[in-house]
C-alpha cells in the first residue's frame, strides 16, 4: 500500500488534510493554525509532494521527516503535520479494521469525561448558558471567563479595582448557577498581567474552580512558575506550544499544573502522545485543548482513550455554530459525530477515526478567512483577548 494523494481542504474557519493510497483507503486530519490555515494548507501540499508513494503505515518515520525536515516549525507547519499525521492513523485504523485507539495500545478508559463550553456577553447569559450545560448532563463546564465575551471591537476601559471585583462576582455567581455537582473550569484566556492574575486566583479560591486556564500571556514561562506557585488552584496551560521542547520546558520550570496539548498543532496524535508520556512521569495531567471541528474531537477522543493521565477533555459542541453569524451547525462537516451522555463521550467503536467529511464539504461550506484584529485599550494600545 502506497499514498497516492496528500490534498488540503479548506472549508469553512478550517483546513483537513485529506490523504488517499493505490488501494482505495483514505485518511482525514485537521490543522489547527488559527489565522495561518492558508498557509498550513500549503504546507501539506508542500509534505504531499515527498508522501507521495511511501508507505502511510510508516507513521513515525514520517512523522520524523516531517518535524525535523522543516527548519523552521511554527504554528503553520506543526498544523500541516498535526493534519497528515491524524490523517495517516486514521488509514491505519482503516486497514487493520479497528479504531485508532487499538493501535496505541488499547483503551484506558471506557468512555471520556469531557466540559462543555460556556460563553456569554451578560451576567445573564453566563448563568443561563451554565445552568443550561447542567440540564444536558455535563459535570464539568469551561471557556468559563470571569471577564465575558466582548467584542474586540470595543476599545478596554474597566478601572482594575472594577475589573477584579466584577470577574470576582462573575464566578461566584457560576458557583451558585450550578451548584457542588459541576467542576468549572475558568478560563482567564490570557487576559491578565502575573501580578493581576494572583489577585483573582486568590478571591476565587473557595469556588475550588477543577483549574483556571492560561492565566497570563505565553511565552515567558518564569512568569508563569511565578503564578503557579502563588496559586492554590491548579493551572493549566500550553495550548499555545507546538513541540515536546516547549513542553519540556514548561513541566521543568514548574510552570503548569496541567498540560493543554493541542492535538492539531502539536504534530497530530503522534506527537500528543509524545508530550503525554513526557508529563505522566511528572505527575502532570493532560487537558486536551479542542475548539475547532468534529475532525479533531474525533482525533482527541482516540488520543485520551489511549492515555492513563487524562484529566478531562474540552468538548465543543458539535451543534453549535459554525459561522460567526452562527447559520450552520458543526456536525454538518461530518458524516458522524458524538454526543455526551451524563457528561461522557463513549468511545468511538468504527475503524480509524470513525468519522468522515461529507461529499462536497468545500462547495457547501466554501472557506472563511479569519480576519487580522486585536483589541485595543482607550488609550489606543493593544489588549491580550
Known sequence: MKIKEVRAIRTNRYCYAEITTDNGL???????AFGALDASAAQIENFGSYLVGKDPLEIEHLWQVMFRGSYFRGAAVMGAISAIDVALWDIAGKYYNVPIYQLLGGKCRDKIRVYGHVMAKTDEELVANCEKKRQQGYT?????????????????????????EESIRRVHLMRQAVGDNIDLCIELHRRSLPAEAVVLIKEIEDVHP??????????????MAYVVSKSSIPIATGERLHTIFEFRDLLNRKATDYI?????????????????????????PVVPHNPLSPVCTAAELQFCASIDNLLICEFPDPEGGLMRDRAHRKCELVTNYHMPVDGFVPLPEGPGLGIDLIDGVEEKFPAVQMPVRCRLNTDGSIRDQ
Open 26 to 32: 483514505h485518511g482525514i486530519g485537521e490543522s489547527g
Open 140 to 164: 464539568a463546564v469551561g471557556h468559563l471567563s470571569p471577564f465575558l465575551d466582548e467584542p474586540e471591537s470595543i476599545p478596554y476601559g474597566k478601572t482594575h479595582v472594577r475589573n477584579m
Open 260 to 284: 493543554r496539548i493541542s492535538l492539531t498543532t502539536v504534530g497530530g496524535i503522534t506527537g500528543a502522545r509524545k508530550i503525554a508520556a513526557m508529563a505522566e512521569a511528572e505527575m502532570c
Open 210 to 223: 477543577l483549574f483556571v486556564e492560561d492565566p497570563i500571556p505565553p511565552g515567558n514561562n518564569e512568569a
